[in-house]
């Protein structure tokens, strides 16, 4: 059974950057697209950014593009999550997720059988 686990949240001035990460266990990262999503209260959870197992493909959410980035370092099961220029509607929980090949099914489509971590909030505030 795989696993992963967010780190990295904590609070952040708008205009600022903070890099999230996630590291992976139980499986070998490189066969699974990865992905992050964000949950805010009273919205359901969603895909912001990912990456595709065997490419370079990724997607990003439209609020997101031009400032998030995924990273991944398939060598250390280890994935990313660049956020700079943020904004207060950045803020929430942001969870990693591994599932599938295709970073496009695994942010649109998640399954309940991905593999999911417990989140780690951000917050962006003044």
């Known amino acids: 059974q795989g696993h992963v686990v967010e780190s990295g949240g904590g609070l952040v001035q708008p205009g600022g950057s903070l890099r999230l990460s996630c590291v992976a266990s139980?499986?070998?990262?490189?066969?699974?697209?990865m992905g992050w999503f964000r949950q805010v209260p009273g919205k359901e959870r969603e895909g912001i950014s990912c990456a595709s197992s065997h490419d370079d493909s990724t997607f990003y959410a439209d609020s997101v593009k031009g400032r998030f980035t995924i990273i991944r370092d398939n060598a250390k099961n280890m994935v990313y999550l660049q956020m700079n220029n943020l904004n207060s509607d950045d803020s929430g929980i942001y969870y990693c997720?591994?599932?599938?090949?295709?970073?496009?099914?695994?942010?649109?489509?998640?399954?309940?059988?991905?593999?999911w971590g417990q989140g780690t909030q951000v917050t962006v505030s003044s």
């Open positions: 997720a591994a599932g599938g090949a295709l970073a496009s099914r695994l942010c649109k489509s998640p399954s309940p059988r991905d593999f």
């Open positions: 139980g499986f070998t990262l490189e066969y699974f697209a």
